[in-house]
């Protein structure tokens, strides 16, 4: 096995520029991962949040039969809660933001109806929740947010599957790297691999360093994106913090923590297959 | 320990027809010498034994083994039971006389602390016990062929092929490596030398083989050089 080790390093040291480029693209690659991956946790961690707070609010002509609305309303599927909130109840709320509202109201009357206001479960169900309750007798008009959260998740949705497809082009590339690295330290080793093929050596004895090789890389390049990864996420989360409190970003070490040991076993696992392909390749050919 | 039956070998890529119904038998602990001209088949005789091509027709037997059941991945074992020498050398230059020969050992798997003491005897065997600590550019041809001769030899193999071993050497050296292989075989070790050397031939009388064209055509049991 030291054996092996000293023959994957020197391999490493001789092809010098082949495993450099491969240990870069590598690195590269398994940072553009970390981030969208990060990126994709913090959507969905914000997308959660927002969805706890989608209403649907349903404005209610003067004769509508609360109770019956509400009961009803109730039953429907996706409906998390409902509830009544009175015309007076309204006031009170928007005369405590804008407290010239009673004076209006004290004016005009009271302009605010009686509203139902439903929490969802899921923001993709607000739309159709809103049109059946439309529909209901008594009720006049209904709103809900769905109207600026809906942007709001198309657009990183986009972004995220152009991470990952960006992702999936470099995670290719890696493995062509890798490939060729592999290649050209076999090329390299031609002569001793072909004594020692006459000498009797199995594929396993001449391959091993090779693969050495490919799991040092990928060792390597977990371990440098895992870091920075690991560095300038949480300095980012920590501005973030300062600057926006009220992005939920995810400092939660547990949920972070799995993420990256995904990502450096992911790279140790690519370095494994890449020279496992590459050598049994290289010596079917000889074959 | 050789059988032959009826072998054709004919190569795929450029279908050169190499070795044409060859039927022949080495029986163990024997010396025997294949010559011919060029292009004859001596190598394509080696290659086959060595199963680095397969024939076209007939069957190759080792030992009493067809060589169609060391499939794939038994191949290896093949080779560990069959020692080569070439006539290029192809010592690892990186590699002094000792590490060289170790080499051997390491690729079968042999544990290391054998090591210096089956290194060691091959080296006598070839009389290079004191050269064990030069490279190959330090050793002349004569030498770097011993030391070749030493590693083929150094993990014990029944068999010993030898595919111009003096092709490069002069007289003196090409007597001295015969010599080598002539004692390996009192060993026991069936010897396979294909050569060009007619006064190697003549002067160290062993059966001899004569190819021509791929073809069997004289099989001398007391030697003799006759193209
Ligand atoms: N790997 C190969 N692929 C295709 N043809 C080959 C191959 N090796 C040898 N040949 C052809 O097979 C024939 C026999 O070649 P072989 O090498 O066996 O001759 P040889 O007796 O060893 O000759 P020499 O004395 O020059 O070494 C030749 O015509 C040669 O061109
Ligand atoms: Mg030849």
């Known amino acids: 096995m030291m054996y092996h080790l000293r023959q994957a390093l020197l391999a ?71 509830r009544l909130v009175s015309r007076e109840q309204v006031l009170a709320e928007m005369t405590r933001d804008y407290p010239y509202a009673r004076d209006a109201a004290a004016l005009a009357g009271n302009p ?30 209904v709103e809900y947010g769905a109207n600026y959260v809906d942007p709001a998740v198309k657009t990183l949705n986009a972004i995220r599957t152009a991470g990952y497809g960006l992702v999936a082009l470099l995670l290719l590339g890696t493995l062509f790297n890798i490939l060729n690295a592999v290649r050209v330290a076999m090329f390299a080793r031609r002569n001793e691999i072909g004594v020692m093929r006459l000498l009797g050596a199995t594929p396993a004895f001449i391959r091993m360093p090779h693969l ?56 140790i696992v690519i370095g494994l297959l890449g020279s496992l392909f590459a050598t049994s390749r290289y010596l079917r050919e000889l074959e | ?67 169609s059941r060391y499939r794939g991945r038994r191949t290896p074992l093949l080779r560990r039971r069959i020692g080569t020498v070439f006539q290029d050398n192809l010592l690892l230059h ?56 030493a590693r083929a030899i150094v993990s014990n193999p029944p068999l010993l092929l030898a595919d111009e071993p003096t092709g490069n050497l002069d007289h003196e050296n090409s007597r001295e490596v ?3 292989l002539q004692n390996v075989n009192l060993r026991g070790t069936t010897v396979v030398v294909a050569t060009h050397a007619r006064e190697l031939v003549e002067t160290f009388r062993h059966r001899t083989l004569t190819l021509r064209k791929g073809r069997l055509v004289r099989d001398d049991p007391d030697g003799g050089y006759s193209l």
Do not use: C
Not at chain 1, 60 to 79: C, E, F, R, S, T
Not at chain 1, 116 to 141: F, K
């Open chain 1, 212 to 267: 050495i090789e490919g799991v040092l890389v990928g060792l390597i390049a977990a371990v440098v994106s895992v870091s920075v990864l690991a560095a300038s996420y949480l300095e980012l989360a920590k501005r973030v913090a300062q600057l926006v409190p009220v992005f939920p970003i995810v400092t939660d070490l547990n949920t972070i923590a799995p993420i990256l040991v995904g990502i450096a076993l992911l790279s």
């Open chain 2, 1 to 67: 320990m050789i059988d032959f039956n009826h072998v054709t070998l004919e190569y795929p890529v450029t279908r050169t027809l190499a070795l044409e119904d060859l039927t022949m038998q080495v029986a163990r602990g024997e010396f025997i010498y294949l010559v011919g001209h060029s292009g004859a088949g001596k190598s394509s005789f080696m290659n086959l034994v060595l199963k680095r091509a397969l024939p076209t027709r007939g069957e190759v037997r080792i030992a009493g083994e067809p060589l």
């Open chain 1, 12 to 82: 490493m040291r001789a092809n010098f520029t082949a495993t450099f480029s491969t240990l870069t693209t590598m690195t590269i690659t398994l940072l553009v991962l970390g981030a969208v991956l990060l990126l994709t946790l913090n959507v969905n961690r914000t997308l959660e949040q927002l969805e706890a707070q989608v209403e649907v609010a349903a404005f209610l002509k003067d004769d509508a039969n609360i109770p019956a609305l509400l009961g009803q309303v109730k039953l429907y599927q996706g409906v998390h809660d409902a």
């Open chain 2, 178 to 180: 015969l010599k080598i």
């Open chain 2, 94 to 149: 990186h590699l002094n006389a000792y590490d060289n020969v170790a080499f051997s050992l390491r690729v079968i798997g042999v544990p290391q602390r054998e090591w210096p003491q089956r290194v060691t005897t091959a080296l006598r065997t070839v009389g290079l016990e004191h050269k064990k600590q030069a490279l190959p550019l330090q050793l002349s041809l004569g030498e770097q062929q011993r030391v070749a001769i």
């Open chain 1, 112 to 141: 605010f109806p009686n509203t139902l206001r439903m929490r969802v479960e899921r923001v993709q169900d607000s739309r159709r929740i809103a049109n059946i309750v439309q529909a209901l007798p008594g009720v006049a008009t």
